[in-house]
């Protein structure tokens, strides 16, 4: 299994420029998430899925959006990039078990930033 | 409602030493609690998790935590501090509730002094 896998691992954009990070996960898990990563601030969540066709926001959904068109992939949609925007992007998937969220798997990140 | 607090931000021991992280939660659920670490430049990889079972709970590389619903607290403990242990740690709460949200803690960054 390769796990959660993240592409780019890196870019550097420009102000107004739109991109996608794309994840994928093998490991046939219900719930995918996105998170940014600000420097002394720990993880924010972005968006959330609980399954294909639904999505729903996170702490810090402005500026992004999402889709989920099949289990194994959730990329993440920035359509008018800002310098605000420039942070480090982590997706992770898990199981939904009774009782509640199990162990994420996260993906080695896509370091963004944006000038 | 739910938060967790790291009552550290920075935490430095000597090599051979313990280490304390500690970690306060709320919750309106019964919850899940989880420790993850996360090494410079890479992901975050999962040490402990606490899901209503044992509530002393053992990881991986040696460290454990226990589950105290009186303090609210899920500190991370290690009798005896290795170099490769520096990092970041994270604790995280995940409410049982019909809405099942994570919430990360700010981190503690553990430095490891030989």
């Known amino acids: 299994n390769a796990g959660v896998t993240q592409t780019p691992k890196f870019r550097i954009l420009k102000i107004g420029q739109s991109m996608t990070l794309q994840c994928a996960q093998d490991?046939?898990?219900?719930?995918m998430y996105w998170y940014r990563q600000d420097p002394g601030m720990g993880l924010k969540l972005i968006y959330y899925?609980?399954?294909?066709?639904?999505?729903d926001k996170g702490e810090v959904p402005n500026g992004y959006n999402v889709s989920r068109s099949t289990t194994e992939d959730f990329p993440l949609r920035l359509e008018l990039a800002a310098p605000s925007q420039t942070s480090v992007y982590f997706c992770?998937?898990?199981?939904?078990?009774?009782?509640?969220?199990?162990?994420?798997?996260f993906g080695p990140g896509t370091r963004l930033t944006v000038l | 409602a739910q938060s967790v607090t790291q009552l550290d931000s920075h935490v430095s021991v000597s090599e051979g030493t313990p280490v304390l992280l500690r970690c306060n939660y709320s919750?309106?659920?019964?919850?899940?609690l989880f420790w993850y670490v996360q090494h410079p430049n890479k992901g975050l990889q999962l040490l402990l998790k606490?899901?209503?079972?044992?509530?002393l709970v053992k990881g991986i590389n040696g460290f454990e935590a226990e589950f105290k619903k009186s303090e609210t607290s899920f500190h991370l403990t290690k009798p005896s501090a290795h170099m490769s242990d520096a990092a970041e740690y994270f604790c995280?709460?995940?409410?049982?509730?019909?809405?099942?949200?994570?919430?990360f803690g700010t981190g503690t960054k553990l430095q490891v002094i030989p």
């Open positions: 899925s609980v399954g294909a066709g639904i999505t």
């Open positions: 992770a998937s898990s199981y939904l078990r009774l009782g509640g969220v199990d162990t994420q798997y």
């Open positions: 490991m046939n898990h219900n719930y």
């Open positions: 606490y899901t209503s079972a044992a509530t």
């Open positions: 919750s309106s659920y019964s919850p899940s």
């Open positions: 995280v709460v995940s409410d049982s509730g019909g809405y099942q949200k994570v919430t």
